[in-house]
């Protein structure tokens, strides 16, 4: 960003404001009739503040402080953390999404931009599985996808069931007539993702802060500062909430009801001693039967995320172990589609909540009361892959730079609720 579209953005996020002197920084706006402080404004500010290092997050504030903000990144448990929707080993990024074209637009730009920061951070990130959707039946859902693959030259191939058992053995095919593969498509890294960029953010001189973070002071129509578990409070002219799964704890009045955050748990499977068919390159990312999985990728095991009954969980409270039904039923589905695999023990297992909106877009949209900050989730179960492009939609926009707006509805914070 130009100095002078800063200038801009200052001036327009702090109309009828005075400034804040800052130690080493920027000064910055406040409210000309500031309430008294409730504890000393000692964490220092920041032109924008960003709540929550997940993939929504960290991206938003990454690319931020790449225009030139002084921004900081606050999160209570660190980026990627095991409580975050965004924790974990690994996402799947996928282009399959029927008529939702922008998705699968967004994920061709993504993967590119993806090979560009492993390569500008040093470190593999992105493994291109390739990606196999297996199924008896053909969809409405893979009508549109086959058509927005055509009309983007997306590459994927029909594979009839012979071919299927000759070309991957490992699965049992007697109960799939087809699959629809996408050669291109592949897996991320997870926590390790958000840590890369929460490290990009601070190398470029961002300030990543470790705290519970809750709604400070107002003045009229505009939030002032929020307020940090450690004490102190910081001040800002636009606040950003990548909250997740969280969102309905931070803003009740506005997000309960439009977000639901369902327990999901996931398993990693021991492949057997040196057979090599269930490893990447060897076999791709695949889904079936109402559940998905890849392959094993550095020997962390054959991954399995299956989807049960609707339990609704509390991202803070809920235990991170299996419960028996869990490990039963997962056993079962190992055991009906991966007959190597009946007998391997779970090596590893993470358990999680997803963060789901009422139609599984994004929610990238202002509150209806602060009109300086901003909520951004909603990732629905499909939100990692998503979150380069997200991340730079979201940091133009909350600077009045809205560089698309045929989005904003898509993204907005829709009538109606669970
Ligand atoms: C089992 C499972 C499988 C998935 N598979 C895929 C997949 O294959 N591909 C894909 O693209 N997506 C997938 N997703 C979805 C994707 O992981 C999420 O949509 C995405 O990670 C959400 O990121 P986020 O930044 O919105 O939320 P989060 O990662 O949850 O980040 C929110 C952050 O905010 C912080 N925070 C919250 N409240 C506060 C507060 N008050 N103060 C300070 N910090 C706060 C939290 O600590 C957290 O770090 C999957 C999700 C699940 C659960």
Partial sequence: MTPLDRRTFLKAAGGG?????????TAIAATSAPQPARQPVGAGNSEIVVVGAGAFGGWTALYLREMGFTVTLVDQYGPGNSRATSGGESRQIRAGYGEREIYTRWVLQALERWKTREAEWGRKLLFETGQITLTSEWTKELTDTRHVFDKLGVKYELVKHDDLARRFPQISTERVDFGMYTPSTGVLKAREGCVAVAQAFEKKGGRFLTARTEL?????????????STGRSLAAQTFVFACGPWLPKVF?????????TPRRVVFFYGTPPGDERFTYPNFPTWSVDNAYGFPSIEGKGFKV??????EIVDPDTQEHTLTADELRKGRAFAAKWFPALAGQPIVESKVCQREDSIDEHFIVTRHPELSNVWLVGGGSGHGYKHGIMLGEYVANRVVGKDLHPELTATFALKDGTF
């Fill in 17 to 25: 404001v005075g400034t804040l002197a800052l130690a080493g920084e």
């Fill in 216 to 228: 400070g002071r107002r003045s009229g129509q505009t939030l002032q500062d929020v307020a940090l």
């Fill in 252 to 260: 009740p009045a506005v997000m309960t009801k439009k977000l639901l």
């Fill in 305 to 310: 995320v299956p989807t049960f009954e609707r």
